[in-house]
């Protein structure tokens, strides 16, 4: 019987070890099918049309408001619309609004998808149509930020209105890209400012030198490497590179005065940040309010779409990308949490 049991046992045993091993190919055919599909696919640009969400937003409610004969009547006329509006000539549209969202983090990835849509508003807009971001940034590299200001400046040549609304924060970098907007709104609540420049580093050369570790460092130009992690660092080094960071501070300060001219520079330029409700008077943003109220209004007299740019990578290169950004991101959400305790948020 014992005999049985165990000869039983070990064919269920190969049974499911065979089929283990047939479902592992399928997978893995399977998803290397798929991955050359994701190779082959386009990026695309998704435009959704926020005047039909918010009809469709407040349509339970005015079926409730009205008698059944006028929400019928209604709805009708609102398909009429939409319908005559798609054979308009693009020059006889009424003005577009056309809405970007940018979330940012240290490293302003954000980006690479705000250059494909400034792109595509620039190609597209005609006369009278505008831009709205709904930034959302606490700042973070200089040379990232500096990029995605950039961006939005581009659309100044070109004659489109850029207004950015502020409902949380646009701090430090995040202000670099809200102040190049003709029109800047922030929430009651939001927190702008934050025009400073930061650097620290910890120093481990006297754990190291306690140790019995020497710390070597070959340099090719006397201001290649200033201070450093493990080396000791002099005078000299801190002198440097505190002018570098009064030099980085500097070019920041007259990117916001080229924009804002009416700033008083050494009021706000100290690092410090402010509520909305104390932008307005100091002149860092044009109106207190949030861009639910700012697309509200407009949505009777303009067509609003929202641009959302994005490219899918395939399989493999997203785990790859996975395991290479997982510190990054995790020192992000870290570096996030100190700003954010820091404001008592």
Known sequence: ???????????????????????????LIAGALRAV?????????????????????????????LSKKEFKAEQKAHKKYRKEAAKT???????????????GDIRASGVAALREEITAVIAMAGTGDQVL?????????????????????????????????????A?????????????????????????GVLAQLPNFHRLLNHSGIDYEQFKGGEYKRTVTVFGENTDADREKFQADIDRTHALFKRFVAEHRPDLELDKVATGEHWFGSECLDLGLCDAVGT???????????????????????????????????????????????????????
Not at 1 to 17: G, K, N, P, R
Not at 37 to 64: M, S
């Open 37 to 65: 599909r994701q190779e082959h696919e386009e990026a695309h640009l998704e435009v959704k049309n926020l005047n039909d969400r918010y009809a469709d937003l407040i349509a339970p409610l005015r079926a409730l408001a």
């Open 89 to 103: 000539p693009a020059e006889e549209h009424r003005p577009r609004i056309y809405v970007l969202d940018f979330h």
């Open 291 to 345: 861009s639910d109220d700012w697309l509200l209004e407009h949505r009777q007299e303009a067509d609003l779409f929202a641009l959302h740019y994005s490219r899918r990578p395939p399989l493999i290169r997203r785990l790859t990308q996975a395991l290479q950004d997982s510190p990054a991101r995790a020192l992000d959400k870290v570096l996030q949490r100190i700003w954010e305790s820091r404001l008592g948020l």
């Open 1 to 27: 019987m014992i005999d049985i049991i165990l000869q039983y046992s070990l064919f269920l045993a190969e049974a499911v070890t065979i089929v283990l091993a047939i479902a592992a190919v399928v997978f």
């Open 133 to 169: 971001l709904r930034l959302e940034n606490s700042g973070g590299l200089v040379h990232e930020h500096g990029l995605a200001a950039s961006q939005l400046a581009r659309l100044k040549p070109h004659g489109i209105k850029l207004t950015v609304a502020v409902d949380k924060v």
């Open 171 to 195: 701090a430090s970098g995040g202000y670099m890209m809200a102040c190049i907007a003709e029109h800047l709104i922030a929430a009651p609540f939001s927190i702008l400012g934050s025009i």
